[in-house]
């Protein structure tokens, strides 16, 4: 699986090599690094992802779980209201379940916004 995921990274890095303004490239091989076990690099690329499409709901759900196992807590909350916000349900679930202490602030953000 490890061989797999490195050529698929490979793979990627050469699309983006030629198309670096697509958040959909960045946001797969960013997948491919979580699955590699990479955070540092997945959060990157998920960063990249938002940069480019800043209603892409899949980058913010996949970043707020890789920030989470850093325990950058409350940036993982906020990404996880946000892919709540674009649709994903499951990130809600978690939102309300793992962010209660940081609810408050996380609300005030968003409703400035």
Same mark, same amino acid.
């Given at each position: 699986?490890?061989?797999?995921?490195?050529?698929?990274?490979?793979?990627?890095?050469?699309?983006?090599?030629?198309?670096?303004?697509?958040?959909?490239?960045?946001?797969?091989?960013?997948? /491919?690094?979580?699955?590699?076990?990479?955070?540092?690099?997945?959060?990157?690329?998920?960063?990249?992802?938002?940069?480019?499409?800043?209603?892409?709901?899949?980058?913010? /759900?996949?970043?707020?779980?890789?920030?989470?196992?850093?325990?950058?807590?409350?940036?993982?909350?906020?990404?996880?209201?946000?892919?709540?916000?674009?649709?994903?349900?499951?990130?809600?679930?978690? /939102?309300?379940?793992?962010?209660?202490? /940081?609810?408050?602030?996380?609300?005030?953000?968003?409703?400035?916004?």
């Amino acid at each position: 699986m490890r061989t797999y995921l490195k050529s698929q990274i490979k793979h990627m890095d050469k699309y983006l090599a030629q198309d670096s303004l697509n958040p959909k490239a960045f946001l797969q091989r960013g997948i /491919y690094y979580t699955q590699l076990g990479a955070q540092v690099k997945a959060i990157k690329d998920y960063d990249k992802t938002i940069e480019l499409d800043s209603l892409e709901p899949v980058a913010y /759900y996949n970043r707020g779980i890789a920030k989470g196992r850093f325990r950058y807590t409350l940036d993982a909350c906020f990404d996880l209201k946000r892919a709540n916000q674009l649709g994903i349900k499951e990130a809600g679930d978690i /939102y309300k379940s793992y962010c209660r202490l /940081y609810h408050t602030q996380i609300e005030k953000k968003f409703v400035t916004k």
